[in-house]
Nanobody
Framework: EVRLVESGGGSVQAGGSLRLSCDVS????????IGWFRQAPGQEREGVAS????????DYVDSVKGRFTISQDNARNTVYLQMNSLKPEDTAMYYC?????????????????????????WGQGTQVTVSS
């Protein structure tokens, strides 16, 4: 069974940094996507960043480009979200999620990134609070 466990949330002042970790277990292959999502009170869940673990293709929502970086460790057991230049509007519960196995993926070939409802397994979330 796939299991995802987030850690690393906390409270920081605007302009600060945090690194979130998502420990991934239970997959029999690295041919899948891990995404970071966030949800603020009263707002819809938003996709923040995604990585196709096999080739390390990455994708970001426009509002975090240049500030956030998604990556994985060498063993590909942990997916990170490095968040720099944090803003109060980044305050939310952050979740990591994983898709089913995707045997092949080529964004340059026009393959679409998975939608939120294609993520099957979800972690419990970690809170990020950015004060002004």
């Amino acid at each position: 069974e796939v299991r995802l466990v987030e850690s690393g949330g906390g409270s920081v002042q605007a302009g600060g940094s945090l690194r979130l970790s998502c420990d991934v277990s239970g997959y029999g292959s690295f041919r899948n996507f891990i995404g970071w999502f966030r949800q603020a009170p009263g707002q819809e869940r938003e996709g923040v960043a995604s990585i196709y673990r096999y080739t390390e293709y990455t994708d970001y929502v426009d509002s975090v480009k240049g500030r956030f970086t998604i990556s994985q460790d060498n063993a590909r057991n942990t997916v990170y979200l490095q968040m720099n230049s944090l803003k109060p509007e980044d305050t939310a519960m952050y979740y990591c999620a994983g898709t089913l196995i995707v045997p092949n993926f080529s964004p340059r070939g026009g393959d679409p990134w998975p939608k939120t409802d294609e993520y099957k397994w979800w972690g419990q979330g970690t809170q990020v609070t950015v004060s002004s």
